[in-house]
């Protein structure tokens, strides 16, 4: 079995601030690990992946993941947020095997403040 | 750049009425999924396809459901009776799985089922 837990369903930061999403994940065994964004209206676009090669992930738009076995998790980091960051990120896990599920986490919406 | 194209983009039907959602995945890929997203809700794997049948469904995706890929290109959700609580945005998706490749998906864009 599989899950994902995001903490905080709405994280509110400034123009330029630090970005720290959460995800923390279960999983029987070694998962692939996702990172998806939503901007309102729209489908999901992946913005990065692990699937066990370098820990730390750079996805699009600046954004970084890293992948901590020890405490499994796969949080989301951007250094200087923009505006057209507002969307709602979604973490998801996968079973090691093409074909299976992701299951997502309940998303978390950024509000980016000028 | 390859994508998922999904239509109609909002449909409403009415209680009871039969719908069928229609997706392009990516041409390359073997893998077939949809998903629905509830309002408010996470996202929530409904059915996933490989070689002309079922892979895995969820238990959400009871008998009223079905799926179909009736051509080399279409990949298709059934809603045979809909109900209010079907009312959701439906996402396909795809995935390819030769050797070397991710299993990242690839979503559509959604269609907006509107049950009244």
């Known amino acids: 079995a599989q899950s994902v837990t995001q903490l905080g369903s709405h994280v509110s930061v400034s123009e330029g601030a630090l970005v720290l999403l959460r995800c923390n994940y279960s999983s029987s065994v070694p998962p692939y690990l996702f990172w998806y964004v939503q901007y309102p209206n729209q489908g999901l676009q992946l913005l990065l992946k692990y699937t066990s090669a370098a820990t730390l992930v750079k996805g699009i738009n600046g954004f970084e993941a890293e992948f901590k076995k020890s405490e499994t998790s796969f949080h989301l980091t951007k250094p200087s947020a923009h505006m057209s960051d507002a969307a709602e990120y979604f973490c998801a896990v996968n079973l090691k095997a093409a074909g299976n599920k992701l299951t997502f986490g309940g998303g978390t919406r950024v509000l980016v403040k000028p | 750049e390859p994508e998922v194209t999904q239509t109609p983009s909002h449909q409403v039907t009415q209680m009871g009425q039969e719908v069928i959602l229609r997706c392009v995945p990516i041409?390359?890929?073997?893998?077939f999924y949809w998903y629905r997203q509830i309002l408010g809700q996470k996202v929530e794997f409904l059915v996933s396809f490989y070689n002309n049948e079922i892979s895995e469904k969820s238990e959400i995706f009871d008998d009223q459901f079905s799926v179909e890929r009736p051509d080399g290109s279409n990949f298709t959700l059934k809603i045979r009776s809909t109900k209010l609580e079907d009312s959701a945005m439906y996402f396909c998706?795809?995935?390819?799985?030769?050797?070397?490749?991710?299993?990242?998906?690839?979503f559509g864009p959604g269609t907006r089922l509107t049950v009244t």
């Open positions: 998706a795809s995935s390819g799985a030769l050797a070397g490749e991710s299993y990242e998906q690839y």
């Open positions: 041409s390359n890929h073997l893998y």
